[in-house]
C-alpha cells in the first residue's frame, strides 16, 4: 500500500504524459494565437541569423595587424606587426631638433630603412599626426597585399 502523496503524483504525471500522446501542441496549449507564435519563432530566427552574420570573422594570426604605441619621452614609437612583416616608426623630439625613423622589414630583412632630421622640435599634435598618417597608410598598404 502506497502513501496517498504519492498515487496523487502518479496521476498528476499520468495526465501531462497522457496529454501530450493525445495529440495537444504547443500552440494549443499556449495562450497566444498561431500566428503569433508564428511571427515570435520567424523574428528569433532571423535575429539569430542577423547576430551570426555580424559576428566579426576570425582571421588567421597571420593577416592581423597588431599595433602597439609606446611614448618615448616627447615622442612616440609605433610598431605594427603581420606575420613575417614589421612596420616600425620612432618620433624622437629634444629641444633642439626632432628625428623621424622608418623602418620595414619581412622576415628579418630590410625593405625600408630611412630617418629624416628635423631643424625643430615637434610639437605634440605634429607627432600624433605623424603617428596616426604612418598607422593608416601602413593599414592601407598591408590590406591591398
Do not use: C
Not at 559576428?55 to 619621452?73: M, Q, R, Y
Amino acid at each position: 500500500m502506497r502513501p496517498e502523496g504519492t498515487q496523487a503524483n502518479d496521476r498528476a504525471s499520468a495526465s501531462v504524459y497522457g496529454t501530450f500522446l493525445n495529440g495537444y501542441t504547443l500552440s494549443t496549449m499556449s495562450r497566444r494565437s498561431p500566428f503569433i507564435l508564428g511571427i515570435s519563432t520567424l523574428l528569433g530566427i532571423a535575429g539569430l541569423g542577423i547576430g551570426l552574420l555580424s559576428f566579426p570573422s576570425t582571421v588567421s594570426a597571420s593577416e592581423d595587424l597588431h599595433i602597439e604605441i609606446t611614448k618615448k619621452g616627447l615622442g612616440k614609437e609605433v610598431v605594427i606587426t603581420q606575420g613575417a612583416r614589421e612596420w616600425f616608426m620612432l618620433i624622437e623630439v629634444t629641444p633642439e631638433n626632432s628625428v623621424v625613423l622608418r623602418q620595414e622589414k619581412e622576415q628579418g630583412r630590410y625593405l625600408v630603412d630611412e630617418s629624416e632630421t628635423h631643424d625643430r622640435p615637434m610639437t605634440t599634435d605634429e607627432v600624433e599626426a605623424a603617428i596616426t598618417d604612418y598607422v593608416n597608410s601602413v593599414k592601407t598598404r598591408a590590406t591591398k597585399e
